[in-house]
């Protein structure tokens, strides 16, 4: 079993900063990308950010230049600094881990951008 967990979701101004955390467990031999994902009601999830275990990142265009995407490796954590917030970004975000056999998906953590 592989668990994948977020952690740093909540509720934040407009133009404000939060820091997802991310981390997988359990039977875990290499992971070679992690992601994240968000879903506001009413559409579809979208890939937010990625980046692979060489180090590559990308970023969906609404993102670009105010989000950064990291990852530990050796810890098998990744993480989502989002700066200059919207209320747009406003979702339920979710981590994946991507394994060659398998992707594992946490249960999600929630951002909403308001005043």
């Known amino acids: 079993q592989v668990r994948v967990v977020e952690s740093g979701g909540g509720l934040v101004q407009p133009g404000g900063s939060l820091r997802l955390s991310c981390a997988a467990s359990?039977?875990?031999?290499?992971?070679?990308?992690m992601g994240w994902y968000r879903q506001a009601p009413g559409k579809q999830r979208e890939l937010v950010a990625t980046?692979?275990?060489?180090?590559?990142?990308h970023y969906t265009d609404s993102v670009k230049g105010r989000f950064t995407i990291s990852r530990e490796n050796a810890k098998n954590t990744v993480y989502l600094q989002m700066n200059s917030l919207k209320p747009e970004d406003t979702a339920v975000y979710y981590c994946?881990?991507?394994?060659?056999?398998?992707?594992?998906w946490g249960q999600g953590t929630q951002v909403t951008v308001s005043s």
């Open positions: 980046v692979t275990s060489g180090g590559s990142t």
């Open positions: 359990g039977s875990i031999s290499s992971i070679y990308a």
């Open positions: 994946r881990a991507d394994m060659r056999t398998n992707n594992y």
